[in-house]
């Protein structure tokens, strides 16, 4: 029996094969928690143990150890062991100052990303892209697997609703590991910035199931939230559904008061656009209890996240009436455009649109 090929990651490869040419050169680090190769080791170790001149680091939305809360601001830090400073993309700035990149040769992208475009991470590309080309140093990709890679799905970005949880020329759901996001960003934006992709090798975009998972942000804890988040995400603008922030099953499922959700439940199919849906009970942290559906991906599928987003936004709005979503104290219409990238989804829906003559009016300008 032929063994499996070595998993290596992006920045593994990058080390192995073209570190030399930058050494000496001053470096900067854009990473968190979950910036790990395949063989478990940190970008932050293995930069140092190749005797790379890392000056400086910048955090990204959750911060450089990826264990704050979504929307929490982040500070600077400086790192415990390196003893260089690591800068806060996701606080005051969300771009790198230009005295940050001063001096610097390149600077080294290695986040664990998820490729929906409102994962904020998408955006810290983009904008340490653009600020590299103004201060003349490169950019250097890592590129590792993701978890959704090769699934399109949704609506294109309207410039009028870009935004820090949406600044990419994509679909809702675009499905590109970092290294191909970026190359699209330089093109679509013309970019004039030396840009550098290490590439993966001995796995495919999506994430090989035999390499540990690190959770990139505190929320997304495994490889099945992962795929189930751009579903349910959009209950963050909508406080009258519950996606299960604080319990084991946050992001897989939207859920309702009691008899509510399990009236949801009923309205929802066993599966569809590449997910089981089943009934769930969960208990939040006050101890109140909720119901409603829990996701999973059907094994095999190619899922249709922003479509089986579309299923529960319209029952819901079937049980309570559209308007009714937007009612509810703290619900963001604003926020739920931003998320989805354009205004027509919620109009739609308010207009009590069918969801499939909605989808397909996203996929007539849907690329791949």
Known sequence: MTAAPAIRFGLENWVATAGARWRGARLGLVAHGASRGADGQSAWERLAAAGCDLVCGFAPEHGWLGRLGAGETVGAARHPTLRIPIYSLYGADRRPRPEWLAGLAAVIYDLQDLPVRCYTYGSTLRYLMEACAAAGCAVIVADRPAPGAGWRDGPLLETDCESFVGCLPTPYHYGLTSGALARLIKQHY?????????????????????IPWTPPSPGIRTVATAETYPVTVLAEALPLAYYGQGTPEVFQGIFLRGAQGEALARRLPAQGWGYAWRPQAVTNQQGERYAGIKLARLPGATPRPARAALAWLAALGEMFGPEALWNTPGARPAFFDQLWGTTAVRRALEAREDPEAIAAAWNAGTPG
Request: charged fraction near 20%; hydrophobic fraction near 30%; charge should be neutral.
């Open 190 to 210: 013309g970019i004039k910035v030396e840009l550098i992709v290490s590439p993966c090798t001995g796995c495919g975009p999506e994430w090989p199931n035999r």
